[in-house]
């Protein structure tokens, strides 16, 4: 469910080695060598490579250059095949060898071997080789580009290896990780359920190299006690014989924006989607199960491509990542946000502050709003696929992206990278020494200049006063100090649970209601608490609607011997009117009193 794979160094190998095929189809080929045994084992491996008999071809081209070891196209050509098997140092030394004999004979072999040192981390000679190429004159655009960027990377990795960033990540251990591949993060809030991506053996079938014979499913772990419980497969109507993988769970854990293919789309047991992938979406149920999942609608999904979708803290916004037309790039991150009846809008590109003409895939925006970490083949960094984050500012828009640095970012391609609420933990997945089979979900303390900004959580439960059942009530969070509305949702039907992410430091107040119940409402502060980690708990009763009833308006304020209302006491009040004109049949007595500071007489007029 990642980005279509983008192959840059074998394009510009395989279009040197048709010009050689091309030209050896004339009467006179012009090759390097004039050893007809040469040439002939060369045209056979050429032929090996076109139908992926890459250990053949390989062999094929060391007896060419046995019989004749200046022939620089066949160093050449080998060089792109180790390439392509990932064997950059073999592919480096063979470069090495063409190039010597002839500098200037491929021009383009300075290009690739600028990326191969990349891979290999050989930083001080990939800045060489790609300045090497920058000289030549009528080079590509797009080949300048990317060497450009491949210079910058140099330097860039150059620097960041001598500036290393803190890094130890821990293996999340058996319980969570097993001998598939195991990927793709997703966390609430509390830190209390992970979801992922496990890539599995299909029907029975033997592994295989890539994803034959797999499917993707979703696994889930609880953490009791402080640990991880063993994962266990979340089952229809999430999973299917089809691939499910690309996830995002809601801070509270109630909803899952997840990525499944189309049948035609070559993936038996599909769902049908407006595009190769889209986005679907599924609730949580009262009895723990969750909903049968639906198309996110043509305003999200295309015909294109949809996929890795990660879903703001309040549920407003949907970031995700789409190759559909009008990108800056092979695969751009866009966004969408909610309208006012809560359906989700167009979306929109996030443009050249995040996006490039490569791949930008991978965003998640952390709960306080404000971060949004991405990953990036584009930006500078370590030679590949890197993780990358920016700060959303004041006006909307993005700053620069900051790359994570090294050894988070190394020269192979590093992915899935999710942060916890309290802005400490970053979770992400890794193929290592160590680890227990292929990817492994992975944690580590991310270094404070990389972290978001910290956010607590509130979770507890809305319910009947009179009974205790749970009640599916509209909740709604208010910034007292701005009276700015901070947030609105809903706790869970049936359980009337609900958990919501704040930032930290504020007053807030909190109006609970639903038809057929008196408003409740309750204020809390998280300026200075010493218990974000663990989040604050507040469980809100509600009162049904009877004649002697009683509620208690907690957000009422005046200031000390005065009657006169301070600013914020009109949010209460206002939700008081709207209470009395859905419910026109009620009657309401207001009373009040004072506290026993002062003397009678002045209490007895302020309470009047």
């Known amino acids: 469910m990642h980005a279509i794979k983008k192959i840059v160094l074998i ?20 090759y390097s060598s004039t050893s007809d045994k040469a040439i002939k084992l060369f045209e056979k491996a050429m032929q090996s490579f076109d139908m992926r008999k890459d250990k053949e071809a390989i062999e094929l081209l060391k007896k060419s250059i046995a019989a004749d070891s200046k022939f620089i196209e066949a160093h050449m050509f080998l060089a792109e095949v180790y390439a392509e098997n990932k064997m950059y140092e073999e592919a480096l030394s063979e470069g090495k060898i063409a190039v010597g004999i002839s500098p ?7 290009y690739s071997m600028g990326f191969w040192c990349l891979k290999i981390q050989a930083y001080e000679e990939a800045e060489n080789n790609f300045t090497q190429y920058l000289t030549y004159k009528s080079i590509p655009a797009e080949a300048s580009n990317n060497a450009k960027l491949g210079l910058k990377s140099a330097r860039f990795a150059k620097y960041a290896i001598k500036h290393p960033v803190p890094f130890n990540p821990i293996n999340m251990g058996a319980e969570v990780n097993s001998t598939d591949n195991d990927y793709l993060p997703a966390i609430t809030a509390d830190e209390q359920n992970l979801i992922y991506t496990r890539l599995i053996p299909k029907n029975g079938e033997t592994q295989g190299p890539g994803t034959k014979g797999k499917s993707e499913d979703f696994y889930a772990c609880k953490k009791i006690d402080g640990k991880w419980s063993k994962a266990v497969n979340i089952g229809p109507p999430i999973n299917t014989t089809g691939n499910e993988g690309a996830q995002c769970i809601s801070a509270d854990g109630q909803t899952l924006i997840f990525t499944a293919c189309s049948e035609y789309d070559g993936y038996p047991g599909g769902r049908n989607g407006f595009g190769s992938c889209d986005l679907f979406i599924a609730k949580k149920l009262a009895n723990g199960k969750w909903s049968t999942p639906e198309n996110l609608g043509k305003n999200i999904n295309s015909e294109s491509w949809e996929s890795q979708p990660s879903l703001s803290s309040d549920g407003q916004t949907l970031y995700f990542v789409s190759n559909r037309p009008g990108g800056k790039g092979s ?17 929109t590109n996030l443009g050249d502050s995040i996006n490039t003409p490569g791949f930008e895939e991978s965003p998640f925006i952390h709960p306080d709003n404000k971060t949004l970490y991405f990953v990036s083949d584009q930006w500078p960094g370590m030679g590949s696929r890197d993780i990358f984050l920016s700060r959303i500012k004041k006006d909307g828009s993005l ?17 899935d990278l999710i942060v916890s609420a309290n802005a400490r933990t970053a979770y992400f997945s890794s193929e290592r020494a160590g680890g227990l089979g ?15 900004n910290e956010v607590t959580y509130v979770k507890g439960r809305v319910f009947n006063k009179e009974n205790n059942n749970g009640i599916d009530a509209k909740f709604e969070l208010v910034d007292l100090e701005t009276g700015q509305l901070v947030m609105q ?38 300026k200075g608490v010493n218990n974000k980690l663990n989040g ?22 005046f200031e000390t011997g005065s009657f006169q209302l301070k600013n914020e006491s009109k949010i209460e009040l206002q939700k008081l009117k709207s209470f009395l004109m859905t419910n026109t049949a009620v009657s309401i007595e207001i009373s009040g009193h004072t506290d026993n500071v002062g003397d009678k007489k002045s209490n007895q007029i302020l309470s009047e």
């Open 536 to 557: 604050y708990e507040m469980n809100m009763p509600l009162t049904p609607i009877k004649v002697g009833e009683k509620v208690v308006l907690k957000n009422i304020f």
């Open 438 to 452: 292929g990817l492994d979900l992975y944690s580590f303390d991310l270094y404070e200049a990389a972290r978001p």
């Open 104 to 110: 200037d004979f491929f021009k383009n072999a300075y």
């Open 399 to 415: 700053s620069t992206p900051m790359n994570l640095g090294y050894p988070i970012n190394s020269g192979e391609n590093e992915r």
């Open 331 to 347: 695969a751009d991150i866009w966004k969408s946000t909610k309208n006012e009846t809560g359906k989700w809008n167009s979306p």
């Open 489 to 526: 949702a809903s706790s869970m039907a049936g359980s009337g649970e609900f958990l919501v992410c704040l930032p930290i430091n504020k007053n807030y107040l909190m109006n609970v209601s639903k038809s057929g119940f008196l408003f409740a409402s309750e204020n809390f502060s998280l």
């Open 11 to 30: 394009i510009i190998g395989i279009t040197v080695i048709c010009t050689c095929q091309t030209q050896a189809q004339k009467s006179s080929p012009k």
